[in-house]
């Protein structure tokens, strides 16, 4: 536990911060480090098949049906997902049009939020410094950065935990609770619950109720006004879950959205149960260190900043002050996070954790442990740095000058086995491939070398302040150097250019088919707006559920239906992966419109002016 003089400093601290206009200005610096690293992501690259253009279409669909309380996807009712996400989109599409921008807009935006957010809790709970670093953690670490490129909702989890948790902190503090506190953190919940279902209420409740068992303290559950603050998180998050229920009740094979979304989504898929089983893990051990790779650099510092949480059980039941309730309190929400295999909304508590750790350390003696185990971390970063240059120089040295215009594909080894793996896909780099990475590939070995050399240096010199703005703007430039490189990448995970190639030839009564599942060519459906007719894979993925219901578009082949429609009148778009074509298209012959990222789209006929 703190030592009472420090925990007067920390308060005072606070106080004057509070205070202080200059101090109050940190936001811009927050704001322009989202503007500079986050907002050029919003053009490129293109949407990626799968998830990201899934939710786009979705989002795209509901705006066209004027549908706001059942998804779809290519015609199917889409009821894995809550709907808060999509209504952001589906509201951004109104607003500016339907484009990849807009979709990825409410998101961005989100993530600007829970950066304000994270420095407001910080700045109240541990100082001024602490917040502002708090934010630039999360900013520029390379977990955040990476999961704010597909258009999923973890990193909103994080934002609604982050102000949930917020009031819960302040409802500590009031003697007794108020309105505004308890209310906020039932609001917040609600949008949580809109945000990702049932885990929404799930988290903040296990992280409240393990704080107040944990410093004993259980009774103050009666003092959060329990009756108007579940009043208002009903009012919230009940009516968009009994619009859906009224909507898609069982009909056919469809046993209903009450069934499939309580039922298989959360519990099934919780015990490993779900239909279908779409889905892999990692062990969890792996899953854990793969932490360090998400808050890298600032993961150098992780082990030092959870030392400060109080970790005695006379500290929990003692008399915390506001540090020590918002340290262990961050602690827990990271656990619970962590152990039901989720990592973004963690981001906040550890990143919190992490400024809370380099605000003592600027405010300790020279010669204090603090200061050692920042120079311990910055010695681990400055060999890491120094590595990763050396190893890509001799990759730089090995590779080769490639054309521009090469098919990524073609300098590509696959590994399958990996792609459980978020962005597994680098995997499949070969030294031929990073002939196309030189200029992201130096940036990033350059800017991570230097910056890990200048943070040592300058906390070898007790300069922890100037170390982390080392740091920062390294992180910065590999940041940048990270989003080059994934434009680059996209080929391989997008089916933009083959989209574009069709929506060009594409003319009323055509027909586009994917030879797998509607993931694997979603592009095709958001960019050129057309359904996409799927072959053999009705049972796998999104669209199995949706497609028991009657109501189900005709859009499911199997090899007999798909033949009849590739030797019918009707032009046939084929997007299929270049080493699957189907028999029946290699002996029947094709016309090849477009290559891309080791993907084709093969034409039964040309069109003509007669056709």
């Known amino acids: 536990m703190s030592s009472p003089a420090y925990s007067e400093k920390i308060s005072g601290d606070i106080s004057a911060a509070c205070a202080n206009p200059r101090s109050q200005k940190k936001w811009i610096w927050i704001v322009l480090l989202w503007a500079v690293v986050y907002v050029p992501g919003l053009w490129t690259p293109p949407l990626l098949d799968d998830a990201d253009s899934v939710h786009a279409e979705a989002a795209r669909e509901m705006l066209v049906r004027h549908e706001w309380s059942t998804l779809y996807i290519d015609g199917v009712r889409y009821l894995e997902k809550a709907p808060l996400l999509y209504w952001g989109m589906a509201a951004s599409y109104k607003v500016f049009g339907v484009h990849d921008w807009a979709a990825r807009l409410p998101l961005i935006l ?183 790779v998400w808050l890298f650099p600032w993961s150098a510092l992780l082990v030092q900043s959870l030392r400060q949480v109080p970790h005695r059980w006379r500290e929990w039941r003692g008399a915390l002050n506001r540090r020590e309730q918002a340290l262990l309190l961050c602690a827990i929400w990271s656990a619970v996070i962590l152990q039901e295999y989720y990592a973004v909304p963690a981001f906040p508590a550890l990143a919190l954790l992490i400024g809370a750790w380099l605000q003592r350390e600027n405010d300790s003696a020279a010669d204090s442990p603090l200061r050692t185990g920042g120079r311990i971390g910055a010695l681990a970063l400055a060999i890491i740095g120094t590595i990763v240059f050396v190893a ?95 434009v680059m990448f996209s080929p391989i995970l997008s089916s933009k250019k083959l989209a574009d190639a069709v929506a060009q030839e594409f003319r009323p009564g055509d027909v586009i088919v994917s030879y797998g599942t509607y993931e694997d060519a979603s592009t095709l459906n958001f960019y050129v707006r057309q359904p996409i007719h799927v072959v053999n ?69 040309v069109w003509t002016r007669q056709n």
């Open 392 to 486: 890509a120089m001799f990759l730089l040295l090995q590779s080769k000058s490639t054309p521009a215009d090469s098919d990524l594909a073609d300098l590509l080894r696959k590994n399958p086995s990996e792609y459980a793996l978020s962005f597994g896909h680098i995997f499949d780099l070969t030294p031929r491939a990073l002939g196309l990475f030189r200029v992201p590939l130096a940036m990033f070995a350059l800017a991570l070398c230097l910056g890990s050399l200048f943070n040592f240096f300058y906390r070898r010199r007790n300069r922890a302040f100037a170390g982390n703005c080392a740091l920062a703007v390294m992180m910065v430039f590999v940041l940048l150097a990270v989003h080059q490189g994934l």
């Open 537 to 605: 894979t009705r049972t796998e993925g999104d669209m199995y559920y949706g497609s028991l219901f009657p109501d189900a578009p005709k859009i499911f082949d199997n090899d007999a239906s798909f033949a009849a429609l590739w030797s019918g009148p009707q032009r046939v778009f084929l997007w299929v992966e270049e080493d699957h074509v189907p028999a029946l298209v290699r002996q029947s012959g094709s016309y090849q419109l477009a290559r891309s990222g080791g993907k084709l789209v093969l034409m039964n006929r």
């Open 110 to 292: 989100g993530l600007l939020a829970l950066l304000l957010a994270t420095y407001s809790l910080g700045r109240r709970a541990f100082g001024e410094p602490a917040g502002f670093w708090g934010a630039v953690v999360l900013a520029l670490s390379v977990g955040p950065y990476l999961f704010t490129r597909i258009l999923i909702p973890d990193m909103l989890i994080g934002l609604w935990l982050t102000l949930g948790l917020d009031f819960f902190l302040r409802t500590l503090d009031e003697k007794p609770p108020s309105r505004l506190s308890c209310w906020g953190f039932a609001a917040a919940a609600a949008l949580n619950v809109l945000t990702k279902g049932l885990i929404g209420i799930v988290f903040p409740a296990a992280i409240v109720g393990i704080y107040l068992l944990l410093t004993g303290n259980l009774k103050h559950l009666l003092r959060m006004r329990l009756v108007s603050s579940a009043v208002v998180f009903l009012a919230i998050a009940a009516p968009w879950h009994i619009a859906a229920a009224v909507d898609n009740p069982a009909a056919g094979q469809a046993r209903g959205f009450l069934w499939f979304y309580f039922v298989n989504e959360h519990f099934l898929r919780y015990l490993g149960k779900r239909v279908p089983h779409d889905y892999d893990t990692v062990p969890l051990l792996i899953f854990w260190g793969l932490l360090f």
